[in-house]
Structure formats: structure tokens, C-alpha cells
């Protein structure tokens, strides 16, 4: 199937050409036939599935003969990274079309999103609260609004956005089309797409557990020894960019430091910068200056640098879903990746929490000279039925599930 099979405008299809893409990603060919027929859609999909122009190719069609200058789409995003991504994503897929497009989020000069406001776009992707700052100072005019997209709506609610949203959705027009995209599905999100959506069109792709592209690996080890864990495996290993999670802002720092120290070129993601800080951290990853980012779940979400090798969860994340979210940052698309999990026996449940998402055991690693133990019980009974293998960091662990993996030259996608 080829993009030109959903009837797109001639200026869409050459932006499309433009950028490599091939052929559509699966949530693409659920979603895009079902939007461009103006239906309400629920998409279920990881990110790094292209789902960025699975919303934004049907919005763009159907506005280039829309009236110039008056807001006719709001993309709400959770964060000022994710938001920059999706208004790139659409400035490039819509550079041959007069659409124009913004992005709007906190921590930077508003007077500059009056005046674009002033001048008229079509498009605007916005972060909740700042939005919310624009109708209070009656600085932007959403009355014309006939398509809404919620990106990666269980994030949002995750950051406490759920109240912001009702406000906004309360002075924008009954009479609209919603797309509502999201990797995982808790109650306080159903209740919203039931609120919100009309009829809709419900697209999945692929599982909510995480993309079986990724293999995954734990390495048990004391908290002591994370450190040295962490510069063996990165000696021994062939790497591109690397993204290593940590639970605190300071230990992200700290340990970027130790890395720069040792000599790999590394920065740090978290709370603490201003973003004029975070976007020269975030661009120097893209670019390949910086091959290792050490970062809090803030970056979790909306880096989108498709050349990721690799995750390593330097600390166990609190929540399943925080663990899906972080190692979605490789193997995506069509690429490989690989997972590695530090952990130490107070992460035993968590552990166990994750293995029943994915269906499986996560093959247990020890590295000589770190080696620690975790026993979950799902530990006890995969040793019991010999599902430990040990082995050298080079080698591969098998991916889980196997089951659905795709094949083929590999797709650069914007999203």
C-alpha cells in the first residue's frame, strides 16, 4: 500500500516523497482512511509509530482550502519537546501547502505567541497550560476550531493535565472533529474519549506491552555499583545513541558528569534547565554530538531520534507504564533496540510487575564482578525451569513477544 492510496493532495504526496517515507505504518493505515472521513478517532499506539502523521496528514488534507488566518486546528501535546516534534512533523508534511502551524507551551516568551496569533495560523500545538494562559488573557481566538487532536492523552493525565483539558475542551466548538491518541488506556482517560468523542472509530497497533522490536535484559546489581555497571556495559557494547533513565534530577546529573569524565560525550535531561538549556541538550542528541543522554522521565516521551540503540533504565521506574514509556525510545519503527534494566532487590516487585506485562522473563545478565541477586517469583520459577541465561553483554537476548514482527527496509518516520 502507498500513500497516494488515501487520495491525499498532490502538494501533501510530494512533502511525503520528500521526507523517505514509503509506505504507511499500521496505525497510519487504520487511522488515515477513518479521519479523512471526518470521523472521531481512538488511537492505541506506542510511540514511534508514526501516529504523528496518522493525525496530521487527514487534518492538512482537509484544510487547504479552509480560510486563511483563523485557528481551525489545536493539537494538545503534554510537553514543550513533544509539542516542538509534532508542529516540525506538520510544518514539514504541510511546507508545500499555505497552512501554517505553531507551537505554544510555557518557559518562553508569550509576547511572541501573541504577535504569531495576531499575524493568523491554521494550526496551533499547544501544551495545556499555556493555553489555558492565552484564553485567560483573551490572546487567542479558538472559536473556529473544527478539529481537535489529544496526543499521548495518558501522559497528559500522568502530569495532572486532565483538569486544564476540560477547561480548554469547554470554549471550543460542540461541533468538531477529536482524535484521541494514546499508548496506554486507564479509566480516567476512557471516561474522557466516552465525553469527548462521537462514535468513534477505535484504531490499535500492534499491543499496548511494549514494541517486540526491543529486547530486554536486568542486570541485578548492588546500588553501590551501578556506576561501574553502567561504564562496563558501554565499554563492551556496540552503541549508537544511548538514553540512560534515572530516577532523580541530581543523580541524572551526576551521572552524566561520570560519563563525561570517562570520556563518552554526555549530557543531561531534567527538570532543573531552562529551555533554552533542554533544547541544546535535545538537539545535541539528535545531531550526534552528544551519544549518551542521562535523563529523568521528562524525556520518556517526544525525543524523536530514531538512530537509539539503546535504553538503559540505570533505576527502575515507578510504574509499568513509565517502563514502556522510556524503552519506547528505541527500536522504533522497524529498528532493533535493546532494554537494559539495573536492578537491586528492592525493585523485586516492580520486576515482577513488568514481566507480567510482557509475558515473559526477562533473561537475568551477570556481569563478572557485579553480578547481584533479585528474586522475584517470577525469578524463582523461570531458574526453576532453567529461563536465567547467563552471557556476555554482546550478546542478544531474544526479543518478547515474537509473535507480529514486521520485516522490510527500514521507514524514516517524523513521528
Not at 479558538?142 to 495532572?160: K, Q
Not at 561501574?228 to 552503541?239: A, P, Q
Amino acid at each position: 500500500m502507498q500513500f497516494n492510496a488515501f487520495g491525499l493532495h498532490k502538494r501533501i504526496l510530494t512533502a511525503i516523497e520528500k521526507v523517505g517515507y514509503t509506505e504507511p505504518t499500521e496505525i497510519q493505515k487504520l487511522a488515515i482512511p477513518k479521519a479523512l472521513e471526518g470521523r472521531d478517532i481512538m488511537g492505541l499506539a506506542q510511540t514511534g509509530t508514526g501516529k504523528t502523521a496518522a493525525f496530521a496528514l487527514p487534518f492538512l488534507q482537509s484544510h487547504l482550502t479552509s480560510a486563511r488566518g483563523r485557528i481551525r486546528v489545536l493539537v494538545l501535546a503534554p510537553t514543550r519537546e513533544l509539542a516542538d516534534q509534532i508542529n516540525d512533523a506538520v510544518k514539514t508534511l504541510g511546507v508545500h501547502t499555505p497552512l501554517r502551524s505553531t507551537a505554544v507551551y510555557g518557559g518562553v516568551n508569550i509576547a511572541r505567541q501573541i504577535k504569531t496569533f495576531e499575524r493568523g495560523v491554521e494550526i496551533v500545538v499547544a501544551c495545556p497550560g499555556r493555553l489555558l494562559d492565552h484564553i485567560g488573557r483573551g490572546t487567542v481566538d479558538l472559536s473556529h476550531v473544527d478539529c481537535l487532536v489529544l496526543d499521548e492523552a495518558d501522559r497528559m493525565f500522568d502530569m495532572g493535565f486532565l483538569p486544564d483539558i476540560k477547561k480548554i475542551l469547554n470554549v471550543l466548538p460542540r461541533r468538531r472533529q477529536t482524535m484521541l491518541f494514546s499508548a496506554t488506556m486507564p479509566q480516567e482517560i476512557r471516561r474522557l474519549t466516552e465525553k469527548i468523542l462521537r462514535s468513534p472509530e477505535t484504531v490499535q497497533a500492534g499491543a499496548l506491552a511494549p514494541a517486540s522490536s526491543v529486547s530486554h535484559a536486568l542486570y541485578p546489581v548492588a546500588e553501590s555499583r551501578k556506576s561501574g555497571l553502567l561504564m562496563e556495559i558501554l565499554r563492551r557494547s556496540e552503541t549508537e545513541s544511548v538514553i540512560v533513565f534515572t530516577r532523580t534530577k541530581h543523580r541524572a546529573r551526576r551521572v552524566a558528569r561520570q560519563l563525561e569524565k570517562a570520556g563518552h560525550p554526555a549530557t543531561s535531561l531534567q527538570g532543573n534547565l531552562s529551555q533554552n538549556q533542554r533544547q541544546r541538550a535535545i538537539e545535541g542528541f539528535r545531531s550526534g554530538r552528544y551519544t549518551i543522554m542521562v535523563a529523568t522521565d521528562i524525556a520518556s516521551r517526544g525525543i524523536d531520534v530514531s538512530q537509539v540503540s539503546h535504553v538503559i533504565n540505570y533505576d527502575v521506574p515507578d510504574t509499568v507504564e513509565a517502563y514502556t514509556h522510556r524503552i519506547g525510545r528505541t527500536g522504533r519503527v522497524e529498528k532493533t533496540g535493546d532494554a537494559f534494566t539495573f536492578a537491586t532487590n528492592e525493585d523485586r516487585s516492580m520486576i515482577s510487575a513488568i514481566e507480567r506485562v510482557l509475558g515473559e522473563l526477562i533473561p537475568r545478565r551477570d556481569m563478572e564482578g557485579f553480578a547481584s541477586t533479585v528474586e522475584t517469583q517470577a525469578g524463582r520459577n523461570g531458574a526453576a525451569a532453567g529461563k536465567r541465561p547467563r552471557g556476555a553483554v554482546s550478546q542478544r537476548p531474544r526479543r518478547y513477544p515474537r509473535k507480529n514482527e514486521r520485516s522490510g527496509r527500514p521507514q524514516s518516520q517524523v513521528a
